[in-house]
């Protein structure tokens, strides 16, 4: 069955630092990869995409890789500041129907002390 | 630009009663998705409409269903309402369907089932 996995356990990191969250799938061909940031009670917020065929992209302090062999991708936010505190959800799209549709992960919630 | 509003924000119902739920997209958007968003199951895709016709539709039984007006507002209807569809319900809109899309979410309507 199709899986998209996210690190259910909070990450806590130092402000400063980089934070590395990641996003593992199986028995998915996506077309591209999206990362979301949701905060309490707030619907999510588009961070990054990325296509199947792109490596790496990045955004500001945000930067997203794609392995389609490894079928993992990771989310690095460089500097990290208590501001980054969120949940951080994966979202893959696989044509279905004519459309993409996404399919998110469970989320992981970073936590940046100062 | 105004964001994607929901209405009502929060909502209590008992079972056996339905719902329904208003979204308005941003202005010059076409494409609203619906999805259910619960701590158990993380946010699932629920139906996507584009000019007022259904896209796509996710793995929900038939008591949830939506509608498009022409425009671009939507609606999504729930009847006979069970314990398990308590949750957040958000909507995301987009500029048009499939694709490399960036989706918009709105806040979400916290629907409590009693």
């Known amino acids: 069955s199709q899986k998209i996995e996210q690190n259910s356990e909070a990450l806590n990191i130092q402000e400063g630092k980089t934070a590395t969250l990641t996003c593992n799938y199986t028995?998915?061909?996506?077309?591209?990869l999206q990362w979301y940031r949701q905060d309490p009670g707030r619907g999510p917020v588009f961070l990054l995409l990325?296509?199947?065929?792109?490596k790496e992209k990045r955004k500001e302090r945000l930067k997203v890789t794609f392995d389609t062999t490894l079928k993992q991708s990771l989310f690095h936010i460089t500097a990290s500041q208590p501001a980054d505190s969120a949940t951080y959800l994966c979202?893959?799209?696989?044509?279905?129907?004519?459309?993409?549709?996404?399919?998110f992960g469970r989320g992981t919630s970073l936590i940046v002390h100062p | 630009k105004a964001g994607v509003t929901q209405t009502p924000r929060y909502l209590i119902k008992t079972r056996g009663q339905q719902v329904t739920l208003s979204c308005s997209p941003i202005?010059?958007?076409?494409?609203v998705s619906w999805y259910q968003q619960t701590p158990g199951q993380g946010l699932q895709f629920l139906f996507e409409?584009?000019?007022?016709?259904?896209?796509n539709k996710g793995n929900f039984p038939g008591r949830f269903s939506g509608r498009q007006f022409s425009n671009s507002r939507s609606e999504m209807n729930v009847s006979t309402l069970e314990l398990g569809d308590s949750a957040l319900y958000l909507c995301?809109?987009?500029?048009?369907?499939?694709?490399?899309?960036?989706?918009?979410f709105g806040p979400g309507t916290r629907l409590t089932v009693l």
């Open positions: 995301a809109s987009s500029l048009t369907s499939g694709g490399y899309n960036e989706q918009f």
């Open positions: 028995n998915y061909s996506p077309a591209y």
């Open positions: 990325i296509r199947e065929n792109e």
């Open positions: 979202a893959l799209a696989a044509l279905s129907g004519g459309s993409y549709i996404p399919t």
């Open positions: 202005s010059g958007h076409r494409s």
């Open positions: 409409y584009f000019s007022e016709t259904q896209r």
